[in-house]
């Protein structure tokens, strides 16, 4: 399922594989995860290989994520920015936009860019300005274009759920050297 793209004494970059548990995996491979992909998504996943390495990078901020998804419908416009309220039911694990803040409701911004419009869905390009919990999932649910797949938050269409983490930015804490991954 996962595959190493990239290892040194450090850091290691992973593949993560569909339906894989990123601190599991992560465990698995004697490393701290500096960031989480839900069991959904797919993609590259930056695991810290000793704890300098992960004070230096698992602070928010510190990595810059882009992500690819299938979303359902036509996007009106080719690029924007969600900017949305969210609260998270743990109990439910589950997301929702609410229209004003209270006890753990948290802002959730991103931006996206059209990258292919294709019949019945579009495929787009996500760079998170915050990290919530299915914060791509909701927000773009609740613009009306849920992620191809994603049943949960309202999706039409069934099968695996087309969200990747397809890039990652980060300075290597050995050296400070900035290192992209796609």
């Known amino acids: ?3 190493i793209i ?3 004494a450090d850091v290691t970059v992973v593949n ?5 548990d990123s601190e ?11 960031h989480r992909l839900d069991r959904t998504t797919t993609g590259l996943l930056l695991l810290a290989k000793n704890r300098r390495a992960a004070a230096l990078l698992c602070a928010p901020g ?6 690819t998804a299938l979303l359902e419908g036509a996007l009106e416009n080719d690029s924007g920015t969600l900017d949305d309220l969210l609260w998270h039911d743990a109990r439910r694990n589950k997301s929702y936009v609410v229209r004003r803040v209270r006890a753990g409701v948290k802002r959730a911004v991103l931006e996206y860019r059209v990258t292919a419009r294709l019949e019945n869905c579009t495929a787009a390009e996500i760079k998170l300005h915050t990290g919530r919990t299915h914060q791509i999932r909701v927000q773009f649910a609740n613009a009306g274009h849920p992620v191809r797949g994603d049943r949960r938050y309202g999706a039409k269409t069934g099968g695996d759920i087309a969200l990747r983490c397809s890039g990652l930015e980060f300075t290597h804490p050995n050296g400070g050297k900035v290192r992209f991954f796609i």
């Not at 993560?16 to 894989?20: P, S």
């Not at 599991?24 to 500096?34: N, Y």
């Not at 510190?62 to 992500?67: D, N, S």
């Open 16 to 20: 993560k594989g569909y339906g894989e």
């Open 24 to 34: 599991r995996l992560a465990e698995s491979l004697g490393a701290f995860p500096c």
């Open 62 to 67: 510190k990595i810059k994520k882009t992500y």
């Open 6 to 8: 990239y290892s040194d």
């Open 1 to 3: 399922m996962s595959e």
